[in-house]
């Protein structure tokens, strides 16, 4: 297994402009998580999935951003519309109950760097 | 509100000495913590974790010490090398799950 991949990443855009990311999970892994960082701060959790299901959405997910996992495998976040203040790495994570790994053992993605002008 | 604090931005060590990162947190329903470690342009990288039945956990060089009643915790690297310099972050949940990320601290490790 190669560990959580991100595509793309990077990704430079005009304000106003969709985007969409994709995170590829560890394959046994059935949760997945979505966090933001930006600069001087750690990453700040979004929202996570359990197999397809959606648990929970952070007060930081605003009605332009969303994302699926529609068959309990790689997930997606789209952001609509976008504005300069989303500019940031969107990090992707993922874990489960597998060996000694227990659910809170996050492994994450490479990220993805989002810039918009 | 941050309820997890890591309030020294840097540090810096010399190779083979002992590397000492602290972090503090305020909710006292956290029951996990982990650190992680994170070079630029990557994502964090797992390093170690402790369950908040346990006060202290080792892996190798790593060891992180957990003090509920302080609700302090500390991760100790021994010996460091120049390879552990990169940026950590203490991080902590409760039973929602998600983790609850601190601003991190740099270390440099110096020959």
């Known amino acids: 297994d190669t560990g959580v991949s991100q595509d793309p990443r990077h990704k430079i855009t005009k304000r106003g402009q969709n985007v969409t990311f994709r995170c590829d999970p560890i394959?046994?892994?059935?949760?997945l998580y979505w966090y933001r960082q930006t600069l001087g701060q750690g990453p700040e959790f979004l929202t996570y999935?359990?197999?397809?299901?959606?648990?929970?959405k952070s007060r930081l997910l605003s009605d332009r951003f969303s994302a699926e996992r529609p068959k309990g495998s790689f997930s997606t976040l789209e952001i609509q519309r976008t504005e300069q203040g989303d500019s940031a790495m969107y990090l992707c994570?993922?874990?489960?109950?597998?060996?000694?790994?227990?659910?809170?053992?996050?492994?994450f993605g490479p990220g993805t760097r989002l810039t918009v002008l | 509100d941050q309820q997890v604090k890591q309030n020294s931005p840097s540090l810096s060590v010399q190779e083979g000495r002992i590397s000492i990162l602290n972090c503090d947190y305020t909710n006292s329903m956290f029951d996990y913590f982990l650190w992680y470690k994170k070079y630029p342009a990557e994502g964090p990288t797992f390093l170690i974790s402790?369950?908040?039945?346990?006060d202290k956990n080792e892996d190798g060089r790593f060891t992180v010490f957990l003090n509920k009643s302080a609700k302090h915790l500390s991760l100790h690297i021994v010996p460091s090398q120049p390879g552990d310099s990169a940026v950590y972050f203490c991080?902590?949940?409760?039973?929602?799950?998600?983790?609850?990320f601190g601003t991190g601290t740099r270390l440099q490790v110096f020959p």
């Open positions: 994570a993922s874990s489960g109950e597998t060996g000694t790994q227990t659910f809170n053992e996050q492994f």
């Open positions: 991080a902590a949940s409760d039973n929602t799950d998600k983790l609850i």
């Open positions: 394959s046994e892994h059935n949760r």
């Open positions: 402790i369950s908040s039945i346990k």
């Open positions: 999935f359990q197999n397809e299901a959606q648990l929970e």
